[in-house]
T-cell receptor
């Protein structure tokens, strides 16, 4: 158990809809990262937040947005969903201190768009 | 643009042998390089981190090397076991910014 929690575990929705994925980082971690992994595809970095501020942006679509709240949990919002958005979405956290930068991943949310 | 390549999509080896996985990167000057293990349908799990000024790092049966001149990292699993079967991802890092993972190598250790 990495200490990172993600909800929901599974999500099935229709095209055009909007969903929100939630992530709670490990206790004390200030950074949250979001990744997308499509079937048989690699991990694609979407966005990173550090202590509430956006720190880095990857290949995140304009239809997707994220935020990190004062309690450090994060939400990834996906709107105008398309079939191609079906994927596993992982959240990871880091930054417990000591200069280490390894990331701890949650169990993921499996999104199916029909 | 930055590019990460891992030697092969899949690698099959016999139990007890040493598995060697390769990670090559271009247009990068990573300060760290990390290796993760990912089982199907699960999140990656951190294994080892090696810094640019370290040549080699070991942890139990795992060994990682980092050659900044060749822009390459090698990941070795000695005395491999079927339980080591998984996909292994390398991740050259640049001070925690724009974190990018390699495509992964799927390792199968055959009994």
């Amino acid at each position: 158990d990495s200490g990172v929690t993600q909800t929901p575990k599974h999500l099935i929705t229709a095209t055009g809809q909007r969903v929100t994925l939630r992530c709670s980082p490990r206790s004390g971690d200030l950074s949250v990262y979001w990744y997308q992994q499509s079937l048989d595809q690699g991990l694609q970095f979407l966005i990173q937040y550090y202590n509430g501020e956006e720190r880095a942006k990857g290949n995140i679509l304009e239809r997707f947005s994220a935020q990190q709240f004062p309690d450090l949990h994060s939400e990834l919002n996906l709107s105008s969903l398309e079939l191609g958005d079906s994927a596993l979405y992982f959240c990871a956290s880091s930054g417990s201190g000591g200069g280490r930068v390894e990331q701890y991943f949650g169990p993921g949310t499996r999104l199916t768009v029909t | 643009s930055q590019k990460i390549e891992q030697n092969s999509e899949a690698l099959n080896i016999q139990e007890g042998k040493t598995a060697t996985l390769t990670c090559n990167y271009t247009n990068y000057s990573p300060a760290y390089l990390q290796w993760y293990r990912q089982d199907p349908g699960r999140g990656p799990v951190f294994l080892l981190l090696i810094r640019e000024n370290e040549k080699e790092k070991r942890k139990e049966r795992l060994k990682v090397t980092f050659d900044t001149t060749l822009k390459q990292s090698l990941f070795h699993i000695t005395a491999s076991q079927p339980a080591d079967s998984a996909t292994y991802l390398c991740a050259p890092d640049n001070y925690g910014q724009n974190f990018v993972f390699g495509p992964g190598t799927r390792l199968s250790v055959l009994p």
